[in-house]
């Protein structure tokens, strides 16, 4: 037993994927390592935590397994989920914890919660102490994330129009795949049984876009190494962030279009706004190549706001994504300029920084296609010239930021990816 903190891996997964079976085969090959186990489920009654214990030896009875249920660990039970784990490695008894999330569980906030503890719950940590007698986080450390990907069902859920309901809040089927694979270390493709080499291929090459630093591994009936998810100090909270495939082709932008399986990526970028209603039109009818989209863009009309456009499978959103800097007084402009020095090479002497920046991911994708869609639905050089309030505009009005919030498309991921997204297809 490590004198050092227990390392807890955290096991995502689409409902069906496999999670449970990948679980209860990693307690069946722990061999000798203890293993806590920290089961939640949205439902009152805790099912996947009844089918670990009915398929291992492990026990509630003796604080083995923990239920976390009626709930999700992502939102309302973060306060839960630091203090199952804390009891858990309070008395230091266990090797490793395995958390199994919930179905519609995003990988992300149960990350932020266990690596920063109260900065990210609800929960009240003076009434937490005192109460307990526990200092969250003490005891433990994120060691691994991992997603379990269904092979079998993985097209179908990127083209759903299926909308799950979280404790109130809806999350697209395709939207919710899409995060879970875009925030983790390990990628489990499952079931890999029911599909043939070439769909597998293709499969694999998406995920590799989606996510370029995880390590993807082939599965059947969850049977995975032990050693590939459980102690491997896999996890850095800033490279998870910031390692998505949306992020470094907007870092990095290129053209890749000779991708081997179809897969390949591209950025639009212009510097003239939308016109609201062609844009709303394409984004109504979206093309079903293109797998996931994200980026900031300039919507005619909303001259101060930049706005955050996300798309995953059928899914999609926008969102506020913060001030042009051009739309700030002048000295908060000049605070700008300091903290980005590369801003005013970039400047337009009668626009400033408003601009649009879309990456698009995908298979088969007709690139010319869609840049043709994309420029069709930019200002025409007359259009720049007319009134731009008098353009129809069923865009969803955002309540304005905080004076200072500056547009930066490669560090608003997490600000925008909550419930104030609103799609504009209804």
């Not at 970028?269 to 984004?283: Q, T």
């Not at 700030?328 to 970039?346: R, V």
């Not at 069923?394 to 200072?404: D, H, I, L, Y």
């Amino acid at each position: 037993m490590s004198e050092e903190t227990t390392p807890v891996t955290v096991l995502s997964g689409m409902l069906g994927a496999g999670k449970t079976t990948t679980l209860n085969h990693i307690l069946a090959q722990s061999g000798d390592r203890e293993l806590a186990v920290l089961v939640n489920d949205m439902g009152k009654v805790n099912v996947d935590a009844d089918l670990v214990a009915e398929s291992s030896d492990i026990s509630d009875e003796e604080e083995e397994l923990v239920e976390l249920d009626d709930g999700c660990i992502c939102c309302e039970l973060r306060g839960d989920l630091l203090e199952a784990v804390d009891r858990l490695t309070e008395a230091g008894e266990f090797d490793a914890i395995v958390v199994e999330s919930t179905g519609v569980a995003e990988p992300l906030p149960v990350a932020q919660t266990l690596t920063m503890g109260f900065d990210q719950s609800d929960l009240d940590p003076t009434e937490f102490y005192e109460e307990t007698g526990i200092e969250p986080l003490s005891g433990c450390h994120l060691d691994t994330t991992v997603t379990v990907v269904d092979a079998h069902q993985f097209h179908e859920a990127m083209q759903s129009d299926e909308v799950l309901d979280d404790d109130g809040t809806e999350k697209h089927l395709g939207d919710l795949l899409v995060e879970q694979v875009e925030f983790c270390d390990v990628l489990l493709l499952n079931k890999c049984d029911l599909v043939d080499e070439a769909t597998l291929e293709e499969i694999e090459a998406t995920l590799e876009v989606l996510q370029p630093r995880a390590e993807i591994l082939r599965t059947t009936h969850g049977r995975v190494d032990v050693d590939d998810i459980v102690e491997t100090e896999r996890f850095d909270f800033e490279e998870a962030r910031a390692s998505a495939g949306w992020m470094q082709e907007l870092q990095q932008p290129h053209e890749s279009a000779e991708e081997e399986h179809g897969v390949t990526s591209f950025v639009f970028e212009a510097d003239r706004p939308f016109h609201p209603e062609r844009f709303a039109e394409l984004l109504d009818s979206f093309p079903d190549e293109v797998v996931r989209s994200k980026g900031h863009f300039w919507l005619a009309g909303r001259e101060d706001n930049a706005i955050m456009l996300h798309v995953a499978g059928q899914s999609v959103r926008v969102a506020p994504a913060g001030r042009w800097v051009a739309s700030l007084p002048a000295e908060e402009q000049e605070a700008q300029f300091e903290a980005h020095p590369g801003l005013e090479d970039e400047w337009d002497d009668q626009w400033g920084d408003r601009g649009t920046r879309l990456v698009l991911i995908g298979v088969e994708m007709d690139h010319e296609a869609l840049r043709t869609y994309l420029e069709h639905s930019l200002l025409t050089d007359e259009e720049m010239a007319a009134d731009w309030d008098a353009f129809e505009d069923r865009f969803p009005t955002f309540e304005a930021p905080e004076t200072g919030e500056a547009t930066d498309a490669d560090e608003s991921d997490e600000t925008t990816d909550g419930g104030e997204e609103i799609g504009i297809a209804d």
